[in-house]
């Protein structure tokens, strides 16, 4: 017997991956339909124990995508296919009847080429799987497997989006993504008690869904299908494009344009209204008058980072201080807790070190009173900030007097910064995260960020040349620049802004590779697993790169970072980015609101939390910080007093004044342009994707009445509500076009 040698790379090779090289090589399956998809050819072939379609581009390669595995033998019927299908399959065999759709499609303005493959399988008695083989598999010239070479520059992580892409590069068959619906497999998670945690991987060049399995052992879990009830085992599709991008700035564009057209086929779930305004007020009388809120040091109040527990931090104290600034902004005038919480603030700062510390200097000896987060140094600097550009004298000179050291820790690290180190020296105490032996990657974008608003402040051009340096320095990580998801939109920002302020396009294009990673980090699918029935998670961000839970901080601080972005990128942005950015802002302002404790049942809170993090009060306008696609106990880690700004950023964005009307307009869509013309009428412009929706609704205000409304289209066409009650009318429009609203 000869033995087969292999390339180098590849580290071993299953059974599975044998077999299909021979069958490749031998072509001796007989195909069942051919069809051509733009560019490419689609060839549907039967084997021995599968259903494949092998997608080839004439000369370099293509790919191999097992449909259906049979386990054994099946016959195959070809159906007349259904409106847009361009193939319809139906297999019997031992396991039952697989129901098989193939949609194909392109993009011309992006010229892609998509294919969508749905499975259905109604199993012929009550079925236990142990074991699926993954589906998708690389192709030389001659359909080997074991010839083709690449790269695979994202996988699913987590149970984030169900997702692979791939450039093949010999031969030169392009890129590929790969995206498994994960929302059509709800049934079969549910009904087999499993998850699709990490389901979406692989090892080159053995790719693709492993369907989620129990674990097998001398007693199996024999949780099994229903016999005689379809249920979806696969909807996957795929994009396909000709070129292997020649750096990361194109990859991630090309990524995210991929991404963008996965989007807009895939059913999305509805986004419901929140009153956010009265989530704020609630919140603003929590924080005032909770015990378990705040605490006393020094003679000034300080926020509590859980319900009762942990030691005031600078971090938690400027996060609530902003969002409050954000509010009386919203409002017309200063809310008083503004000014209480900021008159503490010095205490946090070291004139020895000339630096803000994490803690003020009482905090307890379970506390490393001179460890900080990389990342701790910089947030607080950048509320700091925001509250300098609205012409707060007491927050630029607390900045200024903190930036110096700033940049020092940034030329140590060599703008590349360790998790965790001592302020006091800057001795590394955690140089890596476990998951992925990197340190804090993204820093250096909310550095760069920092870095821009001193800019802004002084016109000094170190600043400038400080920004420039620090995203420069993170060139080349692509799509693992993420580790914490809020800084990673914040880094986006800085680039966008870079761009706006140098003319160099380099920058608005590395801004995309910051989104890349971003979005490769959500949850672009709806869970009904466990407990997940009771909450959203439809395009979530899980915290950090290698977290199990979303967190609410997270999702508004990036939801903030959005809205600059988008300000500063105008009409020059793709618009597919546009487009992603607009949806990941619409379903944060519904899926945010299933944080606070008293949205959920009270079977679905944990019942225990971290063991330095208090515990959970459904009493308190204060979310969680953690919520589970995989259904679990929510709240775990704790009752975030710090995430309390999540109700003032999201009313204060959502939510608009119209001078002399009876009500306040809410737009789910971040940023239209809203104009009144002052005689009871008012434009609303909205840049979204024309595939996509938004929700605008009229809220009355006290004391007044709504009377009658007239909302058209730019073409005079009148849109029905689809809800009216007497307190709110509320329209669902396109996300792309220009409006016009009346009322008497």
């Keep these: 017997m000869s033995t087969l040698a292999l390339d180098r790379e590849v580290v071993g090779v299953s059974p599975y991956v044998l077999s299909l090289s021979r069958q490749g090589t031998k072509r001796d399956a007989k195909p069942i339909i051919n069809f051509s998809l733009g560019k490419l050819s689609v060839e549907i072939i039967a084997s021995s124990d599968s259903l494949w379609a092998f997608v080839r581009r004439k000369g370099r390669g293509g790919i191999a995508l097992r449909v259906a595995y049979l386990a054994g033998e099946f016959e195959c019927t070809e159906l007349k296919g259904k409106k847009g299908e361009a193939a319809r399959l139906k297999l019997r065999s031992a396991l039952g009847v697989h129901a098989i759709s193939f949609v194909s499609g392109s993009s011309g303005s992006e010229g892609f080429e998509r294919l969508r493959v749905t499975v259905r399988l109604t199993p012929v008695a009550r079925m236990v799987i142990p074991f699926m083989p993954r589906d998708l598999y690389p192709l030389d010239a001659k359909d080997d497997p074991l010839g083709a070479r690449g790269v695979v520059e994202a996988g699913q992580r987590g149970l984030n989006s169900g997702l ?85 700035r194109i990859s991630a564009l090309r990524f995210l344009q991929m991404l963008g057209l996965v989007y807009r086929i895939i059913d999305k779930p509805t986004v419901d209204f929140h009153d956010w305004v009265e989530r704020a007020e609630r919140t603003l009388r929590d924080l005032d008058r909770a015990p378990e809120a705040t605490s006393e040091h020094y003679g000034h109040r300080y926020i509590h980072p859980y319900t009762n527990a942990e030691y005031p931090d600078i971090m938690v104290q400027m996060s609530i201080v902003e969002a409050v600034h954000d509010w009386g902004k919203w409002c017309g005038e200063p809310h008083p807790l503004k000014a209480e919480f900021m008159a503490g603030l010095e205490k946090f700062y070291d004139p020895k070190l000339k630096s803000l510390r994490r803690y003020l200097p009482n905090v307890g000896d379970d506390k490393d009173a001179d460890a900080v987060d990389s990342w701790y140094l910089y947030h607080p600097m950048m509320n700091l900030g925001v509250l300098a550009l609205d012409g707060d004298e007491a927050a630029r000179d607390l900045l200024m007097k903190s930036i110096d050291f700033g940049i020092k820790a940034a030329h140590h690290f060599k703008y590349k910064w360790p998790v965790q180190y001592k302020i006091t020296d800057f001795s590394i105490i955690t140089e890596t995260a476990e998951a992925d032996g990197r340190g804090q990657t993204d820093v250096g974008g909310i550095y ?146 299933y944080y606070y404790p008293d949205a959920l049942p009270p079977e679905v809170l944990s019942p225990t939390q971290r063991e330095t993090n208090g515990h959970i009060d459904r009493k308190l306008s204060f979310p969680l910080e953690d919520l589970y696609a995989d259904g679990q106990p929510a709240g775990q880690v704790g009752q975030e007093v710090y995430g309390a700004g999540a109700a003032f950023i999201f009313a204060t964005r959502a939510f608009h004044h119209v001078d002399g009307a009876p009500f306040r307009l809410y737009c789910d869509h971040i940023g239209p342009q809203i104009q009144s013309s002052g005689d009871g009428s008012l434009s609303i412009v909205l840049e979204g994707d024309e595939a996509c929706v938004t929700r605008i609704a009229l809220l009355r205000l006290k004391r007044r009445k709504l009377g009658t409304f007239d909302l058209k289209t730019a073409s005079g066409a009148s849109i029905e509500a689809d809800e009216t009650t007497p307190d709110r009318v509320s329209f669902v429009v396109p996300a792309n076009g220009r409006y016009l609203l009346s009322w008497h």
């Design 164 to 248: 692979l892409y791939l450039h093949i590069k010999e031969p030169s068959f392009g890129s590929v993504l790969y995206f498994q619906n994960l929302t059509a497999m709800n049934d079969y998670y549910q009904a087999t008690k499993t998850k699709p945690d990490g389901a979406v991987g692989g090892e080159w060049p053995e790719l693709g869904y492993l369907i989620p399995t129990p674990p097998q052992s001398g007693t199996p879990p024999t949780d099994a299908l229903e016999g005689g009830v379809e249920i979806t085992l696969s909807d996957a599709l795929l994009v396909f494009d000709e070129d292997v991008p020649s750096n990361e």
């Design 448 to 593: 760069a960020w920092v870095m821009l608003q001193a800019y802004e402040l002084t016109d000094d051009e170190k600043f400038l040349n400080e920004a420039r340096a620090a995203i420069d320095a993170a060139v080349g990580l692509g799509f693992n620049i993420n580790y914490q998801a809020n800084l990673t939109a914040w880094g986006a920002v800085a680039c966008m802004r870079l761009w706006r302020l140098t003319n160099e396009r380099t920058y608005l294009e590395q801004s995309y590779v910051y989104l890349a990673s971003f979005l490769h980090n959500t949850e672009i699918w709806e869970s009904r697993i466990e407990l997940a029935v009771h909450y959203r998670n439809f395009l979530g961000v899980t915290c950090l790169q290698d977290a199990p839970y979303m967190a609410v901080y997270e999702v508004f601080d990036s939801f903030a970072a959005f809205e600059r972005y988008l300000d500063d990128a105008g009409t020059d942005v793709d618009p597919t980015v546009r487009m992603l950015i607009v949806e990941f802002c619409k379903y944060a302002l519904d899926s945010a609101w």
